[in-house]
């Protein structure tokens, strides 16, 4: 793969983290979302605004920690990935972890970026997985999250 290609790839890997493109981008989501708001589950939702949110961030941690350490062990699945609680505790919970999500989706973006990391190479410590996997399945992951969300923010904002 030549210099270029390398380089563009890595820019629609980005693109695809960050929903910039096709998908809906994690600010536009959180934007205008309390954590009062966070805690309510509509009657047909499976989830509450806030166990989405914890959920990927739990799961964005994981995967940015398992792309960059080689002794990273994941949580057990499924209680490992889902908050205990409906609610966030309050505000500063919720916007702590919208803090931390954004921090470690950053932390991902400059781990894609750097071109001394090989996004073909098997990662340490895993059982096949590429950096570019990782970087793919993050996207997948946060993107259809994202939607739940949106759709959840919506029924919220229109009952207020």
């Known amino acids: 793969m030549s210099t270029d290609q390398n380089k563009a790839l890595r820019e629609q890997l980005l693109h695809a983290m960050r929903g ?17 708001l966070g805690g309510i589950k509509p009657e047909t939702a499976p989830h509450t605004a806030w166990q989405l949110l914890e959920h990927m961030r739990f799961a964005q941690h994981d ?27 309050d505000q500063k919970a919720w916007e702590a972890s919208i803090g931390t999500f954004r921090k470690e989706a950053q932390e991902m973006e400059d781990l894609i970026s750097d071109p001394d990391q090989n996004l073909f190479k098997t990662l340490d410590g895993g059982s096949g997985q ?21 759709f959840l923010k919506k029924i919220l904002l229109a009952k207020t």
Request: glycine share 4%; aromatic share 10%; hydrophobic share 35%.
């Open 20 to 36: 910039d493109q096709s998908h809906i981008d994690f600010e536009a989501v959180t934007d205008d979302l309390s954590a009062e």
């Open 130 to 150: 590429t950096l570019l996997r990782e970087a793919l399945v993050l996207a997948a992951h946060n993107s259809y999250h994202l939607g739940q969300l949106m």
């Open 63 to 89: 995967i940015l920690e398992f792309s960059r350490n080689p002794e990273h062990k994941s949580p057990k699945w499924p209680e490992g990935y889902w908050p205990k609680t409906e609610a966030p505790p």
